[in-house]
């Protein structure tokens, strides 16, 4: 039909796999039921509980625990392909270690992806999302070298136990904020601050254990079938102009804040990234340390981590700029920020959410996807995490959350003309959580959870509505109006 002004639709494939996202610990409540260990998250809120903004704490969060059927319900009524759930570590091991089992926790999770297959809704499951058994804590947690044998015991429970029906293992969720927002920035559990040295034994430790897990699973659970990968947060680090050392100041920031992760594992030659490498041992050398802040590699070690994995999980929330000379602080002596030594804000123009970190930036999906796809030769990805947050008076109606869906949707369809290969997208988050230390202050659920309630009523937003009928459509419809609010 020559001379129409008519755009083509562009659609994502037909194998591509929406879903939503949550993590234990802001969803299940059940702190201490039927045997649940302590981790350090419940012992930070209530050890020290004018750490979480509204002084709340995850003892209840939506109750997960008694109402997972009404969850995967509300997956029902969204049409979901997947559901992306975290496993209490300590809820199936109570004391972090393999030596005791905790069988009501096994069934709380077996009866969960029933329900879920029941229906259809394919289980994505994260070992770790940030609720360390207390009692592995208090042995140094992820700065004991010894971290990766416990997580590999810990992953060989979860593979033994739910792999005949869960084919998607993410090992970690989002190394930097374990490692730098735990052991340095006092802006998550365990609420240490060891300036500059706990971080990098962190990065280390946990990327050997996400190895460990790797292998364990292609080595003994290739027959289940699935797959194993790590979800890192890649937010798009650009440079404030276009200047030579602006660039230079974006490359040193996406190094620190993921490359430090991702480099070991997605790289052809394994590994730190050079520059941080030699920038970390250069201070440390300067600062009187007879050796780098950042642990070496044997060969071995570098051998047994590169290429661990089957996919690259994403999350990815927003745009920050890099700047040489401005916006600059200053840290203390040693620490990751002093050895970073750049610049970073949020551009003016981008409209803000509810959380003051996140703002809605065009098309900086692809700007990430198409970096990580240049960088590390085209790896399968699926973006693990991407939400908006509001206020928790706001209402249903949360047009702001459906423009920055929209825009999240435009700019994976313009990666994927591009060629990178993203094969999912799960958003954050399926229902109003624990938002770690903003409490319940930001809100990026679906749907809303009313938390005056005992029995924690779940109801639809607007973008519930909307996100369904993209779901079902397969291409991004800017006229949609939900008729049901
Ligand atoms: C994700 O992290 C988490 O995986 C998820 O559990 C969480 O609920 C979700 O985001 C929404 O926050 O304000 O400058 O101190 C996203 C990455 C990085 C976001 C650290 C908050 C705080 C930075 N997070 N950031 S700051």
Same mark, same amino acid.
């Given at each position: 039909c020559h001379g129409s002004t008519v755009k083509q639709q562009r659609r994502f494939p037909d194998d591509f796999i929406f879903g939503a996202a949550t993590a234990s610990y802001q969803i299940e =409540? =059940?702190? $201490?039921? $039927?045997g649940k260990g302590e981790n350090i998250w419940d012992h930070l809120v209530h050890n020290n509980p004018t750490v979480v903004q509204d002084l709340t704490t995850g003892d209840v969060a939506a109750d997960s625990y008694h109402n997972y059927k009404r969850d995967v319900e509300m997956m029902r009524e969204l049409g979901l392909d997947a559901y992306r759930f975290s496993i209490s570590w300590a809820r199936i091991l109570p004391t972090g270690m393999a030596n005791e089992i905790n069988p009501a926790g096994i069934a709380y999770y077996n009866n969960l992806i029933n329900e879920m297959l029941t229906y259809n809704i394919q289980p994505m499951v994260? %070992?770790?999302?940030? $609720? %360390?058994?207390q009692k592995l804590q208090e042995l140094g947690g992820f700065m004991n070298p010894l971290f990766s044998d416990w997580f590999e015991d810990y992953a060989r429970v979860v593979f033994e136990n739910f792999g005949d029906r869960v084919k998607m293992f993410i090992t970690f969720n989002e190394p930097r904020e374990i490692c730098f927002e735990g052991l340095e920035d006092l802006n998550k559990a365990p609420y240490l601050n060891t300036s500059g040295v706990g971080v990098y034994l962190c990065a280390k430790h946990l990327v050997v254990a996400h190895a460990k897990a790797y292998h364990l699973y292609d080595k003994e659970f290739r027959t289940q079938e699935g797959q194993c990968g790590i979800t890192i947060s890649v937010n798009w680090f650009g440079p404030a102009t276009d200047s030579e050392e602006d660039q230079v100041a974006a490359e040193l920031m996406r190094q620190f804040q993921w490359g430090l992760y991702a480099e070991p594992i997605f790289s052809a030659e394994g590994g730190w990234p050079k520059e941080l490498s030699e920038t970390i041992a250069a201070k440390s050398a300067a600062q =009187?340390?007879? &050796?780098? &802040?950042?642990p070496e590699f044997t060969e071995e070690e570098k051998a047994f981590v &590169?290429?661990?994995?089957?996919f690259f999980g994403v999350n990815h929330y927003t745009t920050v700029l890099a700047s040489a000379t401005e916006h600059k602080e200053v840290y203390a002596v040693p620490s990751m920020m002093d050895d970073l030594d750049v610049g970073y804000f949020w551009p003016e123009e981008n409209p803000a959410s509810a959380?003051?970190?996140l703002k809605l930036a065009p098309n900086s999906i692809y700007y990430a996807l198409t970096h990580l796809k240049e960088k590390y030769n085209n790896p399968v990805i699926y973006i693990t995490e991407n939400g908006w947050a509001t206020l928790p008076d706001s209402g249903l109606i949360d047009d702001d959350r459906i423009t920055y869906y929209r825009s999240s949707m435009e700019s994976m369809l313009n990666a994927l003309d591009d060629g990178v290969n993203l094969k999912g997208y799960m958003v954050w988050s399926l229902l109003d959580n624990m938002e770690w230390l903003e409490g319940y202050v930001a809100c990026f659920g679906l749907y809303r959870v009313d938390y005056q309630d005992p029995a924690r009523t779940r109801t639809p937003r607007k973008s519930a509505f909307v996100y369904k009928h993209i779901i079902k459509n397969r291409f991004v419809d800017y006229e949609y109006e939900p008729d049901t609010m």
């Open positions: =409540g =059940g702190w $201490d039921a $039927d994260t %070992l770790y999302h940030w $609720d %360390l058994p =009187g340390f007879s &050796r780098s &802040r950042l &590169r290429g661990s994995y089957d959380s003051p970190w």
